[in-house]
């Protein structure tokens, strides 16, 4: 087209100059507006997902030694405790191929902060139905903070292959309401907080009952 013009009018074609800004043909000054209002909305979608919708990187919270981890400190009984009111802590040990607890019985509203490590090789830890997700990494421990705001059963399963046992890894999250817990508590069902604290606890809601 542009050629066939050319040869019959000696024009170029494109815009007439009184069309350019700036020397600016209309069609690329809109198609670099495009691209400049495409980075806002990207921009914006990244911290709206950051801020509103509580996304967060799992940080690697610190570094162990993964041949000794599983006897040292919390990681030796791993599990969920109670570390002030609505507020819990969870360990979870994955090995090949399974994650201790199997279990993690958590009333609701509990905000639980989630460590992870790996006793052998790299693993994965997600939450089905949640925005949990983190890689497991042998000598590091990956973190993150959850509020489980639905009662229900949130399977957790192993996302990094890792063998032939690797569809066998997974556990589940139980969210409980406050009362289901509570009665748990009293009973042989459930450890949270340490051995004199739960025994405390036990002891408290025994009499709360009698
Ligand atoms: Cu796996």
């Known amino acids: 087209m542009t050629d066939v013009l050319e040869r019959e009018t000696g024009d170029p074609g494109g815009p007439d100059d009184a069309d350019l800004t700036m020397g600016i043909d209309p069609w690329e000054r809109n198609w670099m507006l ?25 940080g690697a919270e610190s570094e162990v030694d993964p041949r000794t981890i599983a006897s040292e400190g919390r990681w030796a009984e791993p599990g969920l405790r109670e570390v002030g009111d609505g507020q819990f802590e969870a360990y979870v040990m994955s090995q090949l191929w399974s994650f201790s607890p199997r279990e993690l019985v958590v009333p609701i509203d509990a905000e639980v902060d989630i460590y992870v490590t790996s006793q052998d090789l790299q693993h994965g830890f997600k939450i089905t139905d949640t925005n949990v997700n983190m890689q497991v990494v042998p000598g590091q421990v990956s973190k993150l903070t959850y509020t489980f705001d639905e009662v229900g059963e949130f399977p957790y399963i192993c996302t990094e292959y890792c063998g032939q046992g690797h569809a066998a890894m997974f556990g589940t999250v139980r969210v409980v309401s406050e009362a289901e817990f509570e009665a748990l508590q009293s009973g042989d069902g459930v ?8 025994g405390g606890e036990a002891a408290a809601a025994t009499e709360d009952d009698g």
């Open 191 to 198: 450890t949270t907080g340490d051995d004199a604290d739960a």
């Open 34 to 58: 495009f691209s400049v209002v495409l980075l806002v909305v990207f921009a914006a979608a990244v911290t709206i997902a950051g801020f509103a919708a509580g996304f967060q990187l799992p």
